[in-house]
């Protein structure tokens, strides 16, 4: 009786301090129960776009070096040269370039992903980053397009594929999956553009409010004299719901569309029923990890960037990535099974090349890195959401569904129904122009992250507004009011 | 607008049985590549050097396939095969071209590469299942002698555009202005391609596969008559006989 009677005392404000521990923790956790006053989210956002330190211009200096270089040099070298600088040869006609123009639209996807679907489905977790998703989707395709350009034989001649009028009445075909193609990536890129930019619309009026000098022209002549009246925010809220749910078949069709580039053709191991599906989840899986990246880099690297992406949103994309693993996975079996069960004789020469050609190391990482890597690393919640792991998965993730686009296109086109003209690829000026387009992607970023604010703050508020944590006994409970 | 008079759909010219035809005889074929050197005499074709060409980029319209098989002692040899362009009535290679370079004409019945207009995005060439399709990296170097023999009714094509075998199309035009102008027909064996006029044995022979008591519709009768990769539906219209090994040749 005595130790309870001494025990009781103390038992009393320890109870206490734990509940408090327990509400401070949630605050900690979750950037929806941790609100700030608005303008003091602002000041955290125009902040985060000012402190530009000079590791900051020596490393854009470099990239943009890289980008003349490569963009400039050697892809001039290719138009004056012609094709045979590269590594294409008959009769793997489709090289790196397609890779990366497949790679690269595959990033684009995660964007609209993250933004459009969870906005739809009101997963609450994206709110701070939808932006950051946005602004791959819209310079992802600005690669993939450069990319479809640098593989054209005669470039100066691309506006051969718009329909204009002419007088020649010519046409561009509209049987060819490339025409297809062409307007998919061009309606995507404009409503991609377009999408990303309505949302930021109150976030450009607030740095206008915010700013001097050159920026605030800029700011006030992109935030079209939004005030943030309440009839601007009716025709603002009800076109961003319009665009979220039409530029979602928009997504799916983009990537089918390119996977019929491969799928219409009559050639063993591409003529495949399920390539546009597959495609389309390939494009997640390289897509959300690369989403997982870019934030991570922004987490680190970026002033003030902690309080918005915690590590509850690393946990959210970790498991996105783990589900889009595994429905990779379920697609590259069912395609690899039926191709396989199906016996055609080229298409077996094919998937023998595939595994046990001299770029069989290539498939099988591609496997290890898609689905076993994940597998066993994304299940581990604090793994999930420790950045460093987190961005190595993402990474040999993207590195991996690289591979799984070079199995598809020059690897698969070293085969055909006449073994006399087979041949091996060997990459050229590609390498170059692919770390050309890379580092462009990343200067485009980095100056894209100066100029926009990367975290819509109106939306973290608008969440912050809605959730509350009540008390129901001696339970904390995370509520949520409906917003519209 | 312009009136193009192309189908709509392309069964309407699948159904045809096309103009132009060749049949090449595998027991005649000795491999001797005279076909070869006459295509790109005629066709203006560059000589690529030995390096390119052992990577895949040779430009000749025509190859000869010829393939070994098992390990030494035991070595059989395929025979010689001559594949060019098969002018497919159903060509893969014609809808996926985006700017309409590739296209079937009607009035031959042949499958053309319209140079003009060919951006170089190369999908016909992968959609090809016979691989018959050449690509010119570049503007090759035609030192002094070989400027001095371009063919005049052929086109010189730069970089960055695909081209294949035309049938040698320019020497179809000029049989049938000159029947034209005499007011007949075109006799069977007056139009005579390059790789048939050069072949030493008679193995390439071309005529009108619409005429029946042509050369070579008899020669498409024979037993040994097939088409390359028939059952992909491509309407071939070039019939290979298969070598039986009946003249005089030994394993």
């Given at each position: 009786?005595?130790?309870?009677?001494?025990?009781?005392?103390?038992?009393?404000?320890?109870?206490?301090?734990?509940?408090?521990?327990?509400?401070?923790?949630?605050r900690?956790?979750?950037?929806?129960?941790d609100?700030?006053?608005?303008?003091?989210?602002?000041?955290?956002?125009?902040?985060?776009?000012?402190?530009?330190?000079?590791?900051?211009?020596?490393?854009?200096?470099?990239?943009?070096?890289?980008?003349?270089?490569?963009?400039?040099?050697y892809?001039?070298?290719?138009?004056?040269?012609?094709?045979?600088v590269?590594?294409?040869?008959?009769?793997?006609?489709?090289?790196?370039?397609?890779?990366?123009?497949?790679?690269?639209?595959?990033?684009?996807?995660?964007?609209?992903?993250?933004?459009?679907?969870?906005r739809?489905?009101?997963?609450?977790?994206?709110?701070?980053?939808?932006?950051?998703?946005?602004?791959?989707?819209?310079?992802?395709?600005?690669?993939?397009?450069?990319?479809?350009?640098?593989?054209?034989?005669?470039?100066?001649?691309?506006f051969?594929?718009?329909?204009?009028?002419?007088?020649?009445?010519?046409?561009?075909?509209?049987?060819?999956?490339?025409?297809?193609?062409?307007?998919?990536?061009?309606?995507?890129?404009?409503?991609?553009?377009?999408?990303?930019?309505?949302?930021?619309?109150p976030?450009?009026?607030?740095?206008?409010?915010?700013?001097?000098?050159?920026?605030?022209?800029?700011?006030?002549?992109?935030?079209?004299?939004?005030?943030?009246?309440?009839?601007e925010?009716?025709?603002?809220?009800?076109?961003?719901?319009?665009?979220?749910?039409?530029?979602?078949?928009?997504?799916?069709?983009?990537?089918?569309?390119?996977?019929?580039?491969?799928?219409?053709?009559?050639?063993?191991?591409?003529?495949?029923?399920?390539?546009?599906?597959?495609?389309?989840?390939?494009?997640?899986?390289?897509g959300?990890?690369?989403?997982?990246?870019?934030?991570?880099?922004?987490?680190?690297?970026?002033?003030?960037?902690?309080?918005?992406?915690?590590?509850?949103?690393?946990?959210?994309?970790?498991?996105l990535?783990?589900?889009?693993?595994?429905?990779?996975?379920?697609?590259?079996?069912?395609?690899?099974?039926?191709?396989?069960?199906?016996?055609?004789?080229?298409?077996k020469?094919?998937?023998?090349?595939h595994?046990e050609g001299?770029?069989g190391?290539?498939?099988?990482?591609?496997?290890?890195l898609?689905?076993?890597?994940?597998?066993?690393?994304?299940?581990?919640k604090?793994?999930?959401?420790?950045?460093?792991?987190?961005?190595?998965?993402?990474?040999?993730?993207?590195?991996?569904?690289?591979?799984?686009?070079?199995?598809?296109?020059?690897?698969?086109?070293?085969?055909?129904?006449?073994?006399?003209?087979?041949?091996?690829?060997?990459?050229?000026?590609?390498?170059?122009?692919?770390?050309?387009?890379?580092?462009?992607?990343?200067?485009?970023?980095?100056?894209?992250?100066?100029?926009?604010?990367?975290?819509?703050?109106?939306?973290?508020?608008?969440?912050?507004?809605?959730?509350?944590?009540?008390?129901?006994?001696?339970?904390?409970?995370?509520?949520?009011?409906?917003?519209? | 607008?312009?009136?193009?008079?192309?189908?709509?759909v392309?069964?309407?010219?699948?159904?045809?049985?096309?103009?132009?035809?060749?049949?090449?005889?595998?027991?005649?074929?000795?491999?001797?590549?005279?076909?070869?050197?006459?295509?790109?005499?005629?066709?203006n074709?560059?000589?690529?050097?030995?390096?390119?060409?052992?990577y895949?980029?040779?430009?000749?319209?025509?190859?000869i396939?010829?393939?070994?098989?098992?390990?030494?002692?035991?070595?059989?040899?395929?025979?010689?095969?001559?594949?060019?362009?098969?002018?497919?009535?159903?060509?893969?290679?014609?809808p996926?071209?985006?700017?309409?370079a590739?296209?079937?004409?009607?009035?031959?019945?042949?499958?053309?590469?319209?140079?003009?207009?060919?951006?170089?995005?190369?999908?016909?060439?992968?959609?090809?299942?016979?691989?018959?399709?050449?690509f010119?990296?570049?503007?090759?170097?035609?030192?002094?002698?070989?400027?001095?023999?371009?063919?005049?009714?052929?086109?010189?094509?730069?970089?960055?555009?695909?081209?294949?075998?035309?049938?040698c199309?320019?020497?179809?035009?000029?049989?049938?202005?000159?029947?034209?102008?005499?007011?007949r027909?075109?006799?069977?064996?007056?139009?005579?391609?390059?790789?048939?006029?050069?072949?030493?044995?008679?193995?390439?022979?071309?005529?009108?596969i619409?005429?029946?008591?042509?050369?070579?519709?008899?020669?498409a009768?024979?037993?040994?008559?097939?088409?390359?990769?028939?059952?992909?539906?491509?309407?071939?219209?070039?019939?290979?006989?298969?070598?039986e090994k009946?003249?005089?040749?030994t394993?």
């Amino acid at each position: 009786m005595a130790v309870l009677a001494n025990a009781a005392p103390h038992a009393q404000p320890h109870s206490n301090s734990a509940e408090h521990d327990h509400e401070a923790h949630l605050r900690e956790e979750h950037l929806m129960l941790d609100p700030r006053p608005r303008g003091e989210m602002n000041a955290m956002v125009m902040d985060s776009m000012h402190a530009t330190g000079w590791k900051f211009w020596v490393i854009a200096s470099i990239l943009a070096v890289i980008v003349v270089i490569c963009l400039g040099y050697y892809w001039g070298l290719m138009i004056s040269e012609g094709m045979v600088v590269a590594g294409i040869n008959r009769p793997i006609y489709w090289g790196i370039f397609l890779v990366n123009t497949v790679f690269w639209i595959g990033i684009s996807h995660a964007g609209t992903f993250v933004s459009a679907l969870l906005r739809v489905f009101k997963a609450e977790f994206r709110r701070p980053f939808t932006r950051a998703a946005e602004l791959m989707t819209t310079f992802g395709l600005v690669q993939a397009g450069l990319s479809i350009f640098m593989h054209m034989g005669r470039v100066w001649l691309a506006f051969w594929l718009f329909p204009y009028p002419n007088e020649r009445g010519l046409w561009p075909n509209f049987h060819s999956p490339l025409s297809w193609d062409f307007l998919a990536i061009n309606t995507y890129l404009m409503s991609s553009t377009m999408y990303l930019f309505l949302p930021l619309i109150p976030d450009l009026a607030m740095a206008r409010d915010r700013s001097t000098g050159w920026r605030k022209v800029l700011y006030r002549i992109l935030a079209l004299g939004f005030r943030g009246t309440e009839s601007e925010w009716t025709h603002l809220r009800f076109a961003m719901n319009l665009f979220a749910f039409a530029i979602l078949p928009v997504m799916f069709s983009v990537h089918t569309i390119v996977s019929w580039d491969f799928a219409a053709a009559m050639r063993p191991g591409w003529n495949s029923t399920i390539f546009g599906p597959y495609f389309v989840v390939g494009a997640l899986q390289s897509g959300l990890s690369a989403v997982a990246m870019v934030l991570i880099v922004i987490r680190g690297n970026m002033k003030n960037m902690k309080y918005f992406i915690r590590p509850e949103h690393l946990d959210a994309i970790g498991k996105l990535m783990l589900i889009i693993s595994m429905a990779w996975a379920y697609f590259f079996f069912n395609d690899y099974m039926v191709q396989w069960y199906g016996g055609d004789s080229w298409t077996k020469v094919l998937l023998k090349f595939h595994e046990e050609g001299p770029l069989g190391w290539m498939w099988m990482s591609m496997l290890i890195l898609n689905v076993a890597l994940p597998w066993l690393i994304l299940w581990n919640k604090n793994w999930r959401r420790n950045p460093v792991i987190l961005f190595t998965v993402g990474f040999l993730i993207n590195i991996a569904m690289w591979f799984e686009r070079y199995i598809i296109i020059p690897t698969s086109l070293s085969i055909n129904r006449f073994p006399f003209t087979y041949q091996l690829y060997k990459p050229g000026v590609e390498v170059q122009l692919s770390i050309g387009t890379l580092a462009l992607f990343i200067l485009l970023y980095m100056l894209a992250s100066r100029i926009i604010p990367l975290v819509p703050v109106w939306e973290v508020q608008e969440g912050q507004m809605a959730h509350s944590l009540r008390k129901f006994g001696k339970e904390h409970v995370v509520t949520v009011s409906d917003l519209e | 607008m312009a009136n193009h008079n192309i189908p709509e759909v392309k069964a309407d010219w699948e159904a045809t049985t096309g103009i132009w035809g060749m049949s090449i005889d595998m027991d005649m074929c000795t491999g001797c590549q005279a076909c070869v050197a006459a295509c790109a005499m005629e066709n203006n074709i560059p000589f690529v050097e030995e390096k390119d060409a052992g990577y895949g980029r040779s430009l000749h319209w025509i190859r000869i396939e010829h393939t070994w098989q098992g390990e030494y002692p035991d070595v059989n040899a395929t025979s010689f095969e001559p594949i060019m362009c098969q002018q497919c009535g159903n060509a893969p290679c014609e809808p996926v071209c985006p700017v309409f370079a590739s296209v079937h004409s009607q009035s031959e019945e042949l499958n053309l590469q319209v140079y003009n207009r060919c951006v170089g995005t190369r999908y016909c060439a992968n959609n090809c299942p016979y691989v018959t399709r050449v690509f010119n990296m570049r503007d090759y170097d035609r030192p002094d002698p070989l400027s001095n023999q371009f063919n005049p009714d052929v086109t010189v094509r730069r970089r960055g555009i695909m081209e294949k075998c035309t049938f040698c199309i320019q020497r179809i035009h000029k049989g049938e202005d000159l029947a034209k102008s005499e007011g007949r027909d075109i006799r069977d064996g007056e139009v005579v391609p390059a790789c048939a006029q050069a072949c030493p044995a008679d193995a390439i022979v071309f005529g009108r596969i619409d005429d029946p008591a042509s050369k070579i519709s008899v020669m498409a009768k024979n037993g040994r008559g097939f088409k390359l990769l028939d059952s992909l539906g491509t309407l071939p219209r070039i019939t290979y006989l298969k070598e039986e090994k009946t003249y005089g040749r030994t394993g």
